[in-house]
């Protein structure tokens, strides 16, 4: 009778995937190479993962859904004091050492995704949720629809730039002070949008 599969062994190995990753890229990604760093035998990627596609795809939706729980909240109901303490504490998680690491995988993900020709992908969606989380702020403090879509296409994209500059330049400071005048200015523009007097 078969040996029935540990359900926490995939997660695991991801884990243990993602952190042997810090300074290597997904191209770099296949079954020797991990089996080599991580101890195992190339058959247990096989086993978990099928091939070196289905592994690099798995590697990617772990390194997006990595804010799962921070996207979970209801952005539309949010006030303004709240969203900010949101936008400081989020900034605080996704700045640190090991996820910016994860953010240059993203990025990497993505360019790859579209050096394949594929119309959408893990990686390339993972700016959507982001996007779609700003815009249902922006509709629940009173701004159209169509214009909240603009808006925080505009602020979701320059946060990105924000954190390519983290990586590229790995002057952290600078850049959270750009950050800090981004979330100002974006917030006094959606106070203009939704007609709400500063408090």
């Not at 760093?37 to 596609?53: D, K």
């Not at 974006?186 to 106070?191: D, I, M, T």
Request: hydrophobic share 45%; charged share 25%.
């Amino acid at each position: 009778m078969p040996r029935r599969a540990d359900p926490t062994r995939k997660p695991e190995l991801l884990g243990q995937i993602l952190d042997h990753l810090t300074g290597r890229t997904l191209a770099t990604v296949s079954f020797r190479t991990l089996a080599e760093a991580l101890g195992v035998s190339t058959y247990v990627f096989v086993y978990h993962f099928g091939n070196r596609a289905q592994l690099v795809e798995e590697i990617v939706r772990a390194i997006v859904s990595r804010h799962d729980g921070l996207l979970a909240i209801d952005a539309g109901s949010l006030d303004e004091e709240a969203w900010r303490e949101f936008m400081a504490s989020s900034w605080d998680v996704v700045t640190s050492p090991r996820e910016l690491q994860l953010h240059r995988l993203e990025l990497e993900a993505a360019m790859l995704e579209m050096a394949q020709g594929q119309p959408s992908g893990v990686g390339r969606a993972a700016v959507a949720r982001w996007h779609a989380f700003t815009t249902a702020w922006c509709v629940g403090r009173g701004a159209q629809p169509e214009r909240a879509d603009v808006e925080a296409r505009l602020f979701t994209d320059a946060i990105y730039g924000l954190l390519y500059d983290a990586l590229a330049t790995g002057d952290l400071a600078r850049v959270t002070a750009g950050y800090r005048l981004h979330v100002d200015a974006f917030a006094a523009r959606v106070r203009d949008l939704a007609g709400i007097a500063a408090a």
